[in-house]
C-alpha cells in the first residue's frame, strides 16, 4: 500500500485526497496547519465545467443542489452608466449533468471533506521536508513526523512545503490589485438568474448567485499601489482608517452596495512569476502552490481541480513524470487568458473603452473566438 501524504486542506489537496481514498492501495493523510478546515461564509466560487465534469466523478452532482446555482449567462456592464453592454452565454458548454456553477465556497469545502473526516490531521503545519531514496519524512512544528511514497503540496500561494523544498524560489508578486468580498442580499437591481460583471476604469466587480434562495456574492477587483512593507502587513486590512480609504476610492456608482455588504473583506491578491518543478518524482505541487493566476478568468479552483485529477491519473499510472509539463502547458493559456481579461476589464481611457465595448459585443457571439478563448480552457 502507497503512503501518500498531502499538505494542505484547501480544494486541490482535498480534492485530491477524495480521488486516492477510492482505492484500497493506498494510504493518505492530509496535514492541515489551521485548527479547523476554513469554512469562511462571505466567499464565492464559480466553477466551469471543466471541474463540474471531475467534481462529479466523487458524486457532486447529488450534493445539496439547493446549495447550488447554475447561471446561464455572464452579463457584461458599464459600472458609469449602468447600461448593459453585452452577455456571454456560458451554459453552451453545460451538458445534462455538467453545467456551469456557482456556490459557497464553504459548501464546497463541506462536500469536499465529508468522507475525509479519519484522515484530515489538523493543527500540522510543515516544518522539514527530507528526501530519503525513495521515502519522504515531514517534520511537523508540533514535532510530529510521519513518512510517505509521495508527497502532495497544496498548501497555497504562500506555500511553505515550497519553500522548504526549493531553493531560490521567487516567491508569489503582488498583483497591484485589492480584492474587496463579502455578500449581498437579493436585489431588484441585480439580476440574481445570472453572473453580472460591471467594468469600469482600473475596477471591476462580479455580482453572482450563490444558491437557490437568491443570496449573491460580491466581488471587486481595484487596482491599488501598495509598498513592500504594506503588502506584508497582514493587520492593514484589519485596519478601520485603511479600509475606509480604499472603500473611498470605490466609484460613486457602485457605493449604494457597500452598506448592503455583508462580512465586507479586503485583502491584497498574489500571483505566479514562474513555474517550479521539484527534483523528485514523488513531489508534486497542485493548486495555488503549482501556480496562482489574477482572479478575473475565475478559473483559480476550477484549476486546482484539473491539476488535482490529472496528478492523481499521473500517480495511478505510473506516468509521474508527465505531469509537470502537461500542467504548465494548460496553465500558461489560463494565466495568459487572465491577465488579458484584467487588462481589457480595467481600461480607464474613455476611448479605448469605447473600442472594448465595440469588439466585446461582437467577440460574445463569435463561435470561433469563444470556441478559442473559453472551450479550449473548459475542455479537459
Ligand atoms: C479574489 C479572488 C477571487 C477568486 N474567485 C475565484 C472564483 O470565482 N473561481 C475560482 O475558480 N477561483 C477563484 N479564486 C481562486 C481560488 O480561490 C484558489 O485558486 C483556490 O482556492 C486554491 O486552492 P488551493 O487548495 O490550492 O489553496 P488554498 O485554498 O489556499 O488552501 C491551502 C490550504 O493549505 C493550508 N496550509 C497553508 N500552509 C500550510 C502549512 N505550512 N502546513 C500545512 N497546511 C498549510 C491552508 O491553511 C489552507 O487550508 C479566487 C481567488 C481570489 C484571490
Known amino acids: 500500500m502507497k503512503k501518500i501524504a498531502i499538505i494542505g486542506a484547501g480544494i486541490s489537496g482535498l480534492f485530491i485526497a477524495n480521488l486516492f481514498k477510492r482505492s484500497s492501495n493506498y494510504q493518505i493523510t492530509v496535514y492541515e496547519k489551521s485548527v479547523s478546515i476554513d469554512l469562511d461564509e462571505g466567499y464565492g466560487i464559480q466553477l466551469s465545467v471543466n471541474s463540474v465534469k471531475l467534481l462529479n466523478q466523487i458524486g457532486f452532482d447529488k450534493f445539496k443542489n439547493d446549495q447550488k446555482f447554475n447561471p446561464d449567462k455572464i452579463n457584461f456592464y458599464s459600472i458609469e452608466s449602468s447600461n448593459k453592454i453585452c452577455d456571454l452565454n456560458i451554459s453552451d458548454y453545460n451538458s445534462e449533468n455538467c453545467k456551469y456553477t456557482t456556490l459557497k465556497r464553504s459548501e464546497l469545502v463541506k462536500f469536499l471533506k465529508k468522507d475525509l473526516e479519519n484522515v484530515i490531521k489538523i493543527n500540522h503545519s510543515i516544518s522539514k521536508i527530507v528526501q530519503q531514496n525513495q521515502k519522504i519524512q515531514l517534520i511537523f512544528e508540533n514535532n510530529e ?24 524560489q521567487t516567491p508569489p508578486r503582488y498583483n497591484k490589485t485589492l480584492a474587496i468580498r463579502g455578500t449581498i442580499p437579493i436585489s431588484q437591481k441585480i439580476n440574481c438568474r ?73 485583502f491584497p491578491v498574489f500571483v505566479s512569476d514562474s513555474f517550479f518543478k521539484t527534483k523528485n518524482n514523488n513531489m508534486h505541487l497542485i493548486g495555488d502552490a503549482f501556480f496562482s493566476f489574477p482572479p478575473s478568468f475565475a478559473q483559480g479552483a476550477s484549476q486546482s481541480i484539473e491539476g488535482a485529477y490529472e496528478l492523481f491519473e499521473n500517480i495511478e499510472n505510473n506516468t509521474e513524470s508527465n505531469f509537470f509539463k502537461n500542467r504548465v502547458n494548460k496553465t500558461r493559456m489560463v494565466n495568459n487568458r487572465s491577465k488579458i481579461n484584467q487588462f481589457a476589464f480595467h481600461l480607464s481611457n474613455p476611448l479605448t473603452r469605447l473600442f472594448r465595448d465595440f469588439f466585446l459585443k461582437r467577440l460574445v457571439k463569435n463561435k470561433k473566438f469563444l470556441e478559442n478563448y473559453l472551450g479550449k480552457i473548459y475542455k479537459n
Not at 503588502?231 to 470605490?250: E, G, M, P, T, Y
Not at 466609484?251 to 452598506?259: A, K, N
Request: hydrophobic fraction near 40%; charge should be neutral; aromatic fraction near 10%.
Open 145 to 168: 513526523t510521519s513518512e510517505c511514497d509521495h508527497l502532495i503540496i497544496s498548501d497555497g500561494v504562500f506555500s511553505k512545503s515550497k519553500s522548504l523544498i526549493l531553493e531560490n
Open 194 to 266: 445570472n453572473i453580472s460583471l460591471f467594468l469600469g476604469p482600473d475596477f471591476h466587480y462580479v455580482i453572482y448567485p450563490v444558491n437557490q434562495n437568491g443570496d449573491l456574492n460580491f466581488i471587486a477587483i481595484m487596482k491599488y499601489k501598495l509598498n513592500k512593507e504594506e503588502q506584508k502587513n497582514h493587520s492593514l486590512f484589519n485596519d478601520a482608517n485603511f479600509i475606509k480609504r480604499i472603500l473611498d476610492k470605490v466609484p460613486i456608482e457602485m457605493r449604494e452596495f457597500l452598506d448592503q455588504i455583508k462580512k465586507l473583506k479586503i
